[in-house]
């Protein structure tokens, strides 16, 4: 690494081994630097480009739990990190004084059909069950008539109503991986090297070959380089014939237009309308298996964009202020993957998070440190563990 890249961002200088490299700085790797930076380790934390800007890098920050039916392990565990996602946000923005953009402000669902409606009623009384916080608080999936403002949608075709769901909230993801950054440069045991590349870990050796030709021992490596985990994983298991997962292309874009920041987000057949702080709505987004340019955006988007102005009528005129494509990291078993690799027990993946990372990210962060800090057991589904991938 040059001087500039060995992290005395932080006022450190790093050996050659760390207590915790970790592996690509998204939302998932930076939680996971945090959380291991307050407990006190030595963290080298390496990202090939600037921290933040991969798939972490949208507009959109939607955070939303699963449906309130057929509840299990999963919905619950998701439900619970998005609760404890208000309490570790109001902490990182008390530490670090900028803003994440996030605020609970719900989410409304049109429902083009009648039928849906019917549906939509089942939901509301298994929300009352579900939906539920530990300090009493309850959350609902609320059949209405009406938007909350006339215009917020249109009602023309919404046949079955409405459903504003109040536990849905949204942060801006440019804003909340930046006070995550900025919260790592309160800590002197923590490095950062950016366009620095992890090529190679070695599992037997503990040891890590870096694009600038280092080599750097670790105690424990955390693999949160997105979609491009599952490659370096899958050379951790030689055994292993089939990819652990694989990128899944998303674009998005970002209007200019004086909205209330306090309006619910509007999602409909995959369209989301996120309004922000700012006077921005974000528009998003697609979900491409297969791509040929990965970074482009294209007429996909412009689609989009055009549905969300027919949807919300005061956006029909709104500049498009900035046009995005990322590669969300979607695991072949769906769910998250997180935990020790079974051959190499001192590499722990930490990645998967395909649509939801935002939501989870600080949750899984902390079942991915639980081997590296001895602490206690964070429950996570079983599925999301790296067994189960490998099974
Ligand atoms: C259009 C779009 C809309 C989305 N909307 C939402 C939403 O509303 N809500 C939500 O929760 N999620 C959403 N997502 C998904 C979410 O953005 C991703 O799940 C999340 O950003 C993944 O975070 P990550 O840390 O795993 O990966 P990334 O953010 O991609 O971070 C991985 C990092 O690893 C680095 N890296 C890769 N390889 C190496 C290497 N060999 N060495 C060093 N560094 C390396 C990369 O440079 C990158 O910075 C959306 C995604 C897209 C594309």
Redesign the pocket.
Known sequence: MTEGDKAPRNGGQWGRSVDLLI????????WAALKAARAGLDVLL??????????????????MAHMPDKWNAKKQFQFDALLSLETEVRALEAETGLSTGYARTGRLIPLPKPHLRDIALRHETEARINWRAGDGRRFEWRVTDQPPVPGWSQTEGIEGGFVLDTFAA?AN?RGF?ASLTAALRHFNNVGVAEN????DLDGMRSEARL?TGDIIGFGHAIV??????FP?LERLLPARKTPLGMPV????ALLAAEIDPSLPLIFLDGL?V?PHEGAKIAI???SENVFDEPFATDEQLEALIRRARQLVPALKDAPVIDR??????KALARDPMVGPVPEAQRIIA????????????HRLADAALRSVLGSAEVEIPSTFRVEHHLA
């Open positions: 592996v690509g700085g998204g939302v998932m790797g930076l390496v990202d090939e480009g600037r921290l933040g800007q991969g798939a972490s890098y949208g507009h959109l920050g939607a955070l949204r993801p991986t620095v590349a992890v090529l694009s949160a380089s997105g979609y491009q985990a370096m292309k998303g674009q998005s989301y996120v998003g987004s697609t995005w494509a990322g590669l969300r990291p930490l990645t998967g998070g395909f649509k939801v990372s935002f939501g989870i990210a």
